[in-house]
């Protein structure tokens, strides 16, 4: 990835290393892209657990980080809708 696209946001950043450059993506330890293109199978993907793990490798150096956040599924939504202000 350039320097011009690290500096445009870590998103962007993503989108243009997958078009360009070719990133290695991987859910639940399971690699579905490599080099930017479908790869592997992805029925091997195990979607069952309370967490999923998104791994995108972008191949600029070894600096890491995580992101947390919460799901969005029907059964959350729905348990939040009962709370109010």
């Known amino acids: 990835m350039t320097g011009a696209a690290r500096e445009r946001g870590i998103g962007r950043g993503i989108v243009e290393c997958l078009a360009e450059e070719g990133c290695d993506v991987a859910i639940n330890d399971v690699l579905v892209c ?20 998104i791994t995108i490798d972008l191949r600029v150096g070894d600096a890491e980080a995580t992101l947390w956040t919460n799901d969005l599924t029907a059964m959350y939504v729905h348990e ?3 709370y109010s202000t």
């Open 34 to 53: 490599r080099d930017g293109a479908a790869f592997g199978d992805r029925a091997a993907v195990d979607m069952s657990g309370r967490e999923v793990t």
């Open 80 to 82: 939040n809708s009962a």
